[in-house]
T-cell receptor
Framework: EAGVAQSPRYKIIEKRQSVAFWCNPI?????LYWYQQILGQGPKLLIQFQNNGVVDDSQLPKDRFSAERLKGVDSTLKIQPAKLEDSAVYLCASSPGGYQPQHFGDGTRLSIL | DQQVKQNSPSLSVQEGRISILNCDYTNSMFDYFLWYKKYPAEGPTFLIS?????DKNEDGRFTVFLNKSAKHLSLHIVPSQPGDSAVYFCAANQAGTALIFGKGTTLSVSS
């Protein structure tokens, strides 16, 4: 079974620029999550999708972050404009739902100069 | 407000001995608890889980214990191996919702 795929692995941009991340979940997983992990912390939820609908985006900074999951499969997360505090690893996870573990991709490490 | 706490940032153990990683939580609504292992430059890898209706779950060298009254869980690794050296995250949720993670414990197993 193929795992969660994310790209790019690394991205360096200047503040106020825009950036986009892509995620392809495990086939058949209805639930998709985007987490932000700042150095020294555990991952924190940005947004949760169930199929192509948003379940929880309460912690997404909506003035600069946006996400979509078209056709209930792939997802993109965008930041515009980026701030220095957005430097982090952005992790995508997917799950069949219920009492099933979430499986993570290797993440995108974003550095803001 | 940290709902999941891992109070030990690091743990060092000798190969062959037991590693015990601890985790405390505050939200009594959590009913699913998980441990993830993370190597540098990789995403977290699922290790083992336990639901709130159980107090123990075992998978090979890994056992998770849940004490609901104390709101405490622990991960036991026996015997510890050098390849177990990684950051271990405790996480919890209500089934189907986003995971709440602790800050992680770095385990070092020396040979």
């Amino acid at each position: 079974e193929a795992g969660v795929a994310q790209s790019p692995r690394y991205k360096i941009i200047e503040k106020r620029q825009s950036v986009a991340f892509w995620c392809n979940p495990i086939s058949g997983h209805a639930t998709l999550y985007w987490y932000q992990q700042i150095l020294g912390q555990g991952p924190k939820l940005l947004i949760q999708f169930q199929n192509n609908g948003v379940v929880d985006d309460s912690q997404l900074p909506k003035d600069r972050f946006s996400a979509e999951r078209l056709k209930g499969v792939d997802s993109t997360l965008k930041i515009q404009p980026a701030k220095l505090e957005d430097s982090a690893v952005y992790l995508c996870a997917s799950s069949p739902g219920g009492y099933q573990p979430q499986h993570f991709g290797d993440g995108t490490r974003l550095s803001i100069l | 407000d940290q709902q999941v706490k891992q109070n030990s940032p690091s743990l060092s153990v000798q190969e062959g001995r037991i590693s015990i990683l601890n985790c405390d939580y505050t939200n009594s609504m959590f009913d699913y608890f998980l441990w993830y292992k993370k190597y540098p430059a990789e995403g977290p890898t699922f290790l083992i889980s336990i639901s709130s209706i159980k107090d123990k779950n075992e998978d090979g060298r890994f056992t998770v214990f849940l004490n609901k009254s104390a709101k405490h869980l622990s991960l036991h690794i026996v015997p510890s191996q050098p390849g177990d050296s990684a950051v271990y995250f405790c996480a919890a949720n209500q089934a189907g919702t986003a995971l709440i993670f602790g800050k992680g414990t770095t385990l070092s197993v020396s040979s």
